[in-house]
C-alpha cells in the first residue's frame, strides 16, 4: 500500500485514527494503527467493510481481532495478491516464449512445403528428392518445436496446480486461529451459506462464549499462562462441538459455536454441558505449582431465523451472552430470555 498524502492530511487522518482506536478501546501499537489508517483513510476498502460489519452488530475489537484484520486485510492479501501475480506473469511470458518459437517455426515449414510442392518435378529427380530431403528437415523442426511446447505446457499446468495449492494453503491459514486451532470469524458467512445452500431452511444455533475474568487472569499470570488456559478452554470447547459443526475464535477470549441441524432447545442444553465441563477444569502454574483460579465462562445462545443476516443471527447470541455477563457470570442465557 502506498500513501501519498500531504503532512496536513496526514495529520488530519492520525487524529481520526486516535479517535478510532480510543473509542473501541485498543492500544495504538503498530498493527492496530495500520489497520484503522487504512480504514480511516479509505484506502482499503474491503477492510473497511469488514470494520463496518462488526461495529453494526455492536461486537468489540481488541488485540486479536485487530491482528486477524491486519493479517486478512493488509498482510497476508498483499503477499497473497504478489505472489499470484509474479507466478502468474512468469508462466504467461514462458508460454508466450514457446509459442512464439512455435508459430515461427510453423511458418517457415509452409513457405518451404509451398514453395517444395510447387518445384518438384518428375524430369528432375535429383533436385525433387533435395525438396523432400529439405521438407523432412522443416517438418523435424516444427516437430521438435511442438515437443517443446508440449513440454512447456506440461511444466505450465504443474506450476499453476503448485500455485493452487499455495493459494489453498493461504487460505486456509487465512481462517484458522494458531493458538487453538479453531476457525477465526472469516469462516462464519462461509459455512452459513454452504449450509442454507444445501437447505434453505435448516435449523442453526450459535453459541456465544466469553471466559470470565481472562483479562485480569493475564495481567495477574502473563500472556502465557493466558495462551494456555485459551488452548486448553478451546479443547474443552471442541468436546461439545458436532463432526458438522464450526468452532470459531472470535476475539481474545471470546469464541462462538455454530451448530447445524440443533434447534434453541437442544444449543441450550449443549451449552449447559459446555459450562459445566469448563467450571470443572482445574489449572496449576507450572513454575510455582500452584493451583490458579478457577476459570468459567458466560454463554449465551440463540436460534437462526429464516432469510436474517448472518450478523443479526450472531447479534443475538452476543446480546445473549452480554445478559449472561451482567447478570452474574458463570452461566446460560437463552436469547429467548429477553424476548
Request: hydrophobic content about 40%; glycine content about 4%; proline content about 2%.
Amino acid at each position: 500500500m502506498k500513501y501519498h498524502e500531504s503532512p496536513a492530511q496526514a495529520n488530519d487522518i492520525m487524529l481520526k485514527v486516535m479517535v478510532f482506536l480510543n473509542h473501541q478501546g485498543v492500544a495504538a501499537n503498530p498493527i492496530n494503527y495500520a489497520v484503522a489508517y487504512e480504514h480511516v483513510s479509505g484506502k482499503n476498502q474491503a477492510l473497511s467493510q469488514s470494520i463496518e460489519a462488526r461495529l453494526a452488530a455492536g461486537r468489540a475489537f481488541d488485540n486479536y481481532v485487530m491482528e486477524n484484520l491486519y493479517s486478512e486485510f493488509v498482510l497476508k492479501q498483499s503477499h497473497l495478491q504478489q505472489n499470484i501475480v509474479e507466478h502468474i506473469d512468469e508462466i504467461v511470458d514462458e508460454i508466450d516464449k514457446r509459442s512464439s518459437h512455435s508459430g515461427a517455426a510453423i511458418g517457415r515449414y509452409l513457405d518451404k512445403l509451398d514453395s517444395g510442392l510447387s518445384n518438384l518435378s518428375a524430369q528432375d529427380m535429383p533436385k525433387s528428392r533435395q525438396i523432400i530431403q529439405n521438407l523432412i528437415s522443416a517438418t523435424e523442426e516444427v516437430k521438435q518445436s511442438q515437443q517443446k511446447l508440449q513440454a512447456q505446457l506440461l511444466r505450465s499446468c504443474s506450476q499453476t496446480e503448485h500455485l493452487r495449492m499455495e493459494i489453498e494453503e493461504l487460505q486456509r491459514e487465512r481462517t484458522i486461529d494458531a493458538l487453538t486451532g479453531f476457525n477465526n470469524a472469516q469462516a462464519v458467512d462461509q459455512y452459513m451459506q454452504l449450509w442454507l445452500e444445501e437447505y434453505p431452511q435448516r435449523k442453526i444455533a450459535a453459541i456465544s462464549i466469553d471466559i470470565d475474568h481472562f483479562r485480569q487472569l493475564n495481567d495477574a499470570y502473563g500472556p502465557l499462562v493466558g495462551d494456555v488456559v485459551l488452548s486448553k478452554v478451546a479443547k474443552k470447547i471442541s468436546h461439545y462441538v458436532s463432526d458438522s459443526g464450526l468452532p470459531v475464535r472470535v476475539g481474545g477470549e471470546e469464541f462462538l459455536i455454530l451448530l447445524p441441524d440443533i434447534d434453541l432447545y437442544s444449543a441450550l442444553e449443549v451449552a449447559e454441558q459446555l459450562r459445566k465441563g469448563v467450571e470443572k477444569m482445574k489449572f496449576v502454574s507450572a513454575r510455582s505449582k500452584r493451583a490458579l483460579p478457577n476459570i468459567t465462562v458466560s454463554v449465551g445462545a440463540a436460534s437462526y431465523r429464516d432469510s436474517e443476516l448472518v450478523d443479526d443471527f450472531i447479534a443475538r447470541a452476543d446480546n445473549a451472552l452480554l445478559q449472561a455477563k451482567n447478570s452474574g457470570r458463570n452461566r446460560v442465557v437463552s436469547e429467548s430470555a429477553f424476548n
